[in-house]
């Protein structure tokens, strides 16, 4: 056990919050469907920046679908018309 007490980021500890709310029987359901919308909110945020910065990194549409088990048309309609990434795949369709 280091001496320097580890800090989680801001956003890790709203998250563990949500999780802590949507699990907790004590709060009426609608407080738990909120808590759960927004963990989903929060989760999707990430997953497009990770997919932004998985293809600037050079990560193919088929590479990021396999990720997510979809196909590639799937992967673009929900994540592809953020940016132009300068490939070739994006010509197919126009």
Known sequence: MPNEPQTESESIVG???LVAQLTDPSLAAV???A???AARSYLEAITRNLVE?????GATWREIADLF???EMNVKARFGDL?????????EDG
Do not use: F, P
């Open 15 to 17: 998250l563990k919050s």
């Open 69 to 71: 088990v979809t196909s």
């Open 31 to 33: 407080a738990r469907i």
């Open 35 to 37: 808590a759960t919308n």
């Open 83 to 91: 940016h132009d990434y300068g490939d070739d795949e994006d010509d």
């Open 53 to 57: 910065e998985a293809r600037k990194q």
